[in-house]
């Protein structure tokens, strides 16, 4: 049978239109993976600009250290962990003596300065990956001990003490000593499902206790012993 050639320009026509769906379908299936692969890329580019800018928004500018909304976030999350596992809890509330009058004399900027110093001396100390040094505020800084009883909280406590006036910096107004001196209240408190306490009273005890280390003469600790009473008044022992 003699096939005409119409039959056979229609049947190449019909082959070269079929290898060119093929390759279009195949430039469309890799540019899909390329778009995919894209927008997988900048999803992630996304993410970790996120992450990156709530890190940022969590960081004192001036010590670099963790700072008050991400000290309170933390408080709360280790609190609810220590409740968890019933493990104690401490709460150093730390305040740079006569920090006022060191602004005064010698300006801000050798204030920041100095909060800077202060802040790496702190951070060199509290080194566990578990627990968090910040700057609370202003001249305070927040320290959150994870598992660490009464004792321990204290030797940290005085150790900090001790590093902070062996930075010596010049202090010429300071009444406590000729250096940039601390004072520390120290908190610690099992958390238990019976108990009245809450995260926000460990801060308060902390801050109580270095309210009397404060009073009692600055450069000291104070630490607060036992959970409040009905009074709401805990109990402070100051140490030098």
Same mark, same amino acid.
């Given at each position: 049978?003699?096939v005409?050639?119409?039959y056979?320009?229609?049947?190449l026509a ?5 290898v ?10 890799a540019t ?9 890329r ?5 993410v970790?600009a ?53 602004n005064?004399r010698l300006?801000h900027?050798a204030?920041d *300065?100095? !909060? +800077?110093?202060?802040?790496? =001396? %702190?951070?060199?100390?509290v /080194? ?5 040094v @910040?700057?609370y ?8 001990l ?6 321990s909280a ?10 902070v ?13 000729s ?7 120290v908190?610690?408190?099992t958390?238990?499902?019976?108990s009245?306490?809450?995260?926000? *009273?460990? !801060? +308060?005890?902390?801050?109580? =206790? %270095?309210?009397?280390?404060? /009073?009692a003469?600055?450069?000291?600790? @104070? ?11 805990p109990?402070?022992v100051?140490?030098?």
């Amino acid at each position: 049978m003699t096939v005409s050639a119409s039959y056979w320009t229609a049947l190449l026509a019909s082959l070269g239109a079929l290898v060119y769906l093929a390759l279009k379908c195949r430039s469309l299936r890799a540019t899909s993976r390329d778009l995919a692969e894209t927008l997988n890329r900048r999803n992630t580019e996304l993410v970790e600009a996120r992450e990156s800018l709530h890190r940022l928004a969590a960081i004192d500018p001036v010590t670099s250290l963790a700072n008050h909304s991400a000290f309170q976030e933390f408080l709360q999350s280790e609190w609810r962990r220590a409740l968890r596992d019933a493990s104690s809890i401490s709460v150093l509330m730390i305040d740079v003596d006569y920090f006022r009058e060191y602004n005064d004399r010698l300006g801000h900027s050798a204030g920041d *300065a100095c !909060l +800077a110093k202060i802040g790496g =001396a %702190l951070k060199d100390l509290v /080194r566990r990956p578990s627990d968090l040094v @910040a700057r609370y505020g202003g001249k305070k800084f927040g320290v959150v001990l994870t598992q660490a009883d009464p004792g321990s909280a204290s030797l940290v406590a005085h150790r900090i003490c001790a590093a902070v006036e062996a930075l010596a910096i010049p202090h010429p107004e300071s009444e406590a000593s000729s250096r940039v001196t601390v004072s520390v209240g120290v908190s610690t408190s099992t958390p238990a499902l019976d108990s009245h306490w809450e995260e926000l *009273a460990l !801060l +308060a005890g902390a801050n109580t =206790a %270095l309210l009397q280390a404060t /009073r009692a003469g600055r450069n000291q600790i @104070a630490a607060v012993e036992s959970e409040p009473g009905e009074d709401g008044d805990p109990e402070v022992v100051a140490g030098g």
